[in-house]
């Protein structure tokens, strides 16, 4: 089985998509990333999987918080921007949930501490212990197929 078999299969599994944000020493880094799952609701664990090669991985390691912000329909821009896919710099105001940095406008702001971290072949996986929670009511950025999405009614 090749690589492309193995991406093509995995995308078929639509999701929302989420910026996981940390900071370190004043700044702070996020990266857009849709392998997210809810795994405990007591204890409240969430999980999240970072690729060896983020440049997140280590700051998440070394600062042991992060949020995972789920976007919404109208924030495909700020999953560009932390996905790389906006070459320029483009600044972005972050808020703040329980001392950790936030995207404003997500539909749900999580705030975690590590709980435990495993790695698994070229990924890691964190899982987060949530500390707080923010909701706003608006309709999800989807992303299926490599692509981004919106949801319709049935
Ligand atoms: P960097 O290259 O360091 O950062 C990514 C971008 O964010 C850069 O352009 C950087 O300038 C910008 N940026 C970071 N912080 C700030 C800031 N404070 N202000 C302004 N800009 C900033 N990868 C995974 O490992 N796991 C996943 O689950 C995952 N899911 C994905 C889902 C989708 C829908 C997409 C599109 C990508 C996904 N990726 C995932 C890939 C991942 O988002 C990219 O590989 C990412 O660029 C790598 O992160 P990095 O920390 O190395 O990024």
Known sequence: MDDRQFRNAMGRFATGVTVIATEMDGDTHAMTANAFMSVSLDPKLVVISIGEKARILNKIKE???????????????????????????????????DGKPVIPGAIAQVACEVAAE????????????????????????VFFNGRYRALSEQ
Do not use: C, W
């Open 63 to 97: 600062n042991r918080t992060f949020t995972v912000n789920i976007l919404s329909a109208d924030q495909q821009e700020m999953s560009m921007i932390f996905a790389g896919q906006i070459k320029e710099h483009r600044e972005v105001e972050f808020g703040y949930l």
């Open 118 to 141: 495993h790695v698994e072949g070229d990924h890691t996986l964190f899982i987060g212990k949530v500390t707080d929670i923010h909701l706003e009511e608006k309709e999800p950025l």
